[in-house]
């Protein structure tokens, strides 16, 4: 019998200009060998944050709840009854992407910006063009755990929010499980959690009895289940926060027919499509955005580049024992040939280039990378200064991983780390 295969992927594959068909690629692998619904077996996303499935699996960019359509009218008339709300307030179109939203302030159709819980001011792609339409905005609301941030440093408005460990609420795992979050302590000053935030804000626009029923995040987990009704994601047959606890969480979907606790996806050869069978979906692949030239003759990858910090560093930069594991300086990933084609030793400062801005960093000469590619971590805010703007046209996702730059020997005072020692 042929062995079983489980194939996995991050954000390497997704966030390209074109990463969706990549994943799908990955997907028609599994079936058309088999390697799904199976033990051992399937296409597996991984993702960078806790509880990203739980953003997905209801839909909170641009769908509607619970995986529903803006533009299908009985949907609308769906979540319409469920949330008691007056049909005609909900959109017929899908809201805008992240890209669609910063086209939407440099048309000065957006005037304000209320941020949540992320940081684009140093982690959106070609940053300086971000920063830029900051002048734009007559106001800037930006709600986070933390005041320091890039994002918050340039807003109007910062409201404070609560961690995971000063709520209540849940979290869907990579795994599809649900499970509950527990307040251990009360949030510091005057942080208040997500939900309560959303909620005083309500009642001062003049909105709150359209939220009458959304009591405490329980209450609003119950609207959820109901949402999820005949969906591939329903979770009608939970039991409350009671069942979740007492299970140590329960995989999705859980219909209120089902007694499983758990189930395996696909196992009974049945999937989301109107005839019950898989798809095969695919496109001839595209070149890249932005290629190389003999000005610009590297292609630049960003990434994590160390288990030191995640992303843009908002938390794991305030630990001192999770600084001392990361360098001090910015370090770029160069392969040892092209190291030496151009005279470039370890730890020597260089000026990488696109053409929309230069940064410094000190060179790190590695196997690790191929020759024509150069490395450098996404946790440094200077690092999306050069990064091309191009977007995949289905998930509309940011191309991190390609853009096209130069390397230089930075002449100058400090030019290695060796000179930046005391």
């Excluded at 179109?93 to 209320?114: F, M, V």
């Excluded at 040939?337 to 030793?345: E, K, L, P, Y």
Aim: aromatic share 8%; with cysteine.
């Amino acid at each position: 019998p042929s062995k079983r295969v489980s194939m996995w992927w991050t954000m390497g594959v997704n966030q390209s200009h074109e990463g969706v068909r990549p994943a799908q690629a990955i997907i028609n692998l599994c079936l058309m060998t088999g390697n799904i619904g199976k033990p051992g077996t399937g296409p597996n996303s991984i993702t960078g944050q806790c509880n990203a499935m739980g953003s997905r699996l209801f839909s909170n960019t641009t769908n509607l709840l619970g995986g529903h359509d803006f533009g299908n009218p009985d949907h609308r008339a769906k979540i319409s009854k469920i949330l008691e709300v007056p049909e005609d307030s909900i959109p017929t179109e899908a809201s805008w992407t992240y890209d669609q939203i910063i086209n939407g302030i440099e048309s000065g159709h957006i005037k304000g910006l209320w941020i949540i819980a992320t940081n684009p001011a140093h982690s959106w792609i070609n940053q300086s063009h971000f920063t830029k339409l900051r002048e734009n905005l007559e106001f800037l609301v930006v709600q986070d755990m933390y005041a320091n941030t890039e994002t918050a440093r340039i807003a109007d408005l910062v409201l404070p929010a609560a961690s995971w460990g000063e709520k209540n609420g849940t979290f869907i795992n990579s795994e599809r499980r649900i499970g509950t979050l527990k307040q251990v302590k009360k949030a510091p000053g005057k942080a208040l959690s997500d939900f309560r935030i959303f909620q005083l804000l309500a009642q001062t626009w003049g909105v709150g009895d359209l939220f009458e029923k959304w009591t405490d995040p329980e209450s609003v987990f119950g609207l959820l289940q109901k949402l999820s009704t005949d969906q591939a994601c329903d979770i009608t047959g939970i039991n409350g926060y009671q069942d979740l606890d007492k299970s140590g969480g329960i995989q999705w979907p859980k219909t209120s027919e089902s007694c499983q606790q758990e189930r395996r996806l696909f196992e009974d050869g049945k999937f989301y499509t109107p005839s019950g069978k898989a798809k095969f979906l695919f496109e001839p692949p595209t070149p890249l955005p932005e290629p190389t030239s003999k000005e610009y003759p590297f292609t630049l990858l960003t990434g994590r580049g160390t288990s030191a910090q995640w992303h843009t560093q908002s938390r794991t930069q305030n630990s001192s024992v999770l600084r001392k594991l990361y360098p001090s300086a910015l370090l770029l990933d160069i392969n040892p040939d092209d190291a030496a084609v151009r005279g470039i030793q370890n730890h020597v400062a260089l000026t990488i280039s696109s053409r929309r801005a230069s940064i410094t960093a000190f060179a790190h000469v590695t196997n690790s990378i191929k020759p024509g590619e150069v490395y450098l971590p996404m946790h440094e805010p200077q690092v999306n200064r050069l990064t091309f703007p191009s977007f995949d046209p289905y998930s509309r996702q940011p191309s991190y991983k390609a853009c096209a730059v130069q390397i230089r020997k930075l002449v100058g005072k400090a030019t290695s780390l060796e000179s930046l020692s005391p």
